[in-house]
């Protein structure tokens, strides 16, 4: 449920009034794992499959009608053809394993009387479930429905500030610590408000796991196993060229409405007690119901899909039934 008593701030005017370096200084440095990775030319494996089927239908017919016509020539050529074409698809899909990285940060101010909130949408260049069947069909209802790829997530950051003195309050995100990184199951309703104090000392905020949700650095150097296993982290910081103000434009761009993205800041902090305020996502398991919808009605309710080799020539059907969904 969001509060209706914030009312957003024109940039320009609040650049005018205090700055952009309070936006810039205030936004959240993020730590990423160079670990978490996905393939981006999911078509070249579209493409394959496809290929590959051509491949099994010729050799199947060269078969068929060998005692009526058959050239080793032009069986020979034919097979190569689509042997090369093939690999080359598929070394293209191997290669395109690139790591997953915040691209650029957004942000919004919002004001109640001298209460401010600096929403920030950070901007991932993708995400990869662990079920690697269940991400192709997730990126599949992303190119066609959502018209890219990248994952958004939201880090709040809560300000009181007057004409003398910013106090900084504290932020508000979607808590993941203490998970392991691929666990497939994911609690969308753990927002957790944190006091200001709790980023001093260089105490980053990082990727908590694949579906980026967010920990403290003091969290993650708590979990040993995480913090190698998934190392080499890189810090990620904002500047004037990567972090830029969010307009109604550009929303309907990124489709946030599609994606359950509420603006609006999620708690009021001139009743106090922010430790104790809460928040409840209004579809947690948006995602999830998509891939389950579409397995559901194209696949088949009963099959269950684990592995790229599960879909076989479902991925065309997967294709058309979310085009349609765009329409």
Avoid at 25 to 54: C, M, R, W
Avoid at 179 to 190: A, G, L, V, Y
Wanted: glycine content about 2%; some cysteine; proline content about 4%.
């Amino acid at each position: 449920m969001t509060n209706p008593e914030w009312q957003k701030e024109d940039f320009q005017q609040f650049v005018n009034d205090y700055g952009i370096d309070i936006v810039i200084n205030n936004a959240p440095s993020i730590l990423y794992s160079k670990k978490d990775k996905e393939h981006k030319a999911h078509n070249s494996l579209i493409a394959f499959f496809l290929v590959t089927v051509g491949l099994l239908i010729s050799l199947s017919l060269s078969l068929f009608f060998m005692e009526i016509y058959f050239s080793i020539i032009v069986f020979i050529t034919v097979i190569s053809l689509l042997v090369a074409v093939d690999t080359v698809l598929i070394l293209n899909y191997i290669k395109s394993n690139i790591i997953i990285r915040p691209r650029e940060c957004w942000f919004e101010i919002f004001r109640y009387n001298d209460y401010y909130c600096f929403s920030y949408y950070l901007i991932f260049t993708g995400k990869c479930h662990p079920n690697k069947a269940k991400s192709i069909i997730f990126k599949l209802y992303q190119d066609e429905v959502l018209n890219d790829t990248i994952d958004i997530t939201q880090i709040e950051i809560y300000l009181k500030i007057n004409t003398d003195d910013i106090n900084h309050l504290g932020y508000f995100f979607e808590y993941g610590e203490g998970k392991p990184f691929w666990k497939e199951d994911i609690n969308h309703k753990t927002w957790q408000y944190f006091p200001y104090d709790r980023s001093k000392n260089e105490n980053y905020i990082a990727i908590a796991n694949w579906a980026h949700q967010y920990e403290w650095l003091n969290d993650l150097e708590l979990d040993f196993d995480k913090l190698h296993e998934y190392a080499p982290w890189v810090i990620k910081r904002w500047n004037v060229d990567n972090l830029k103000p969010l307009t109604e434009r550009f929303k309907k761009k990124i489709n946030c409405k599609s994606r359950y993205i509420e603006s609006t800041p999620k708690l009021r902090p001139w009743e106090g007690n922010l430790e104790n305020q809460t928040y409840e996502f209004p579809n947690p398991t948006w995602e999830t119901d998509i891939i389950n919808d579409a397995i559901k009605k194209v696949i088949g309710e009963e099959y269950r899909v684990e592995i790229l080799k599960d879909l076989k020539l479902d991925l065309f059907k997967l294709k058309a039934y979310f085009r349609e969904l765009s329409v």
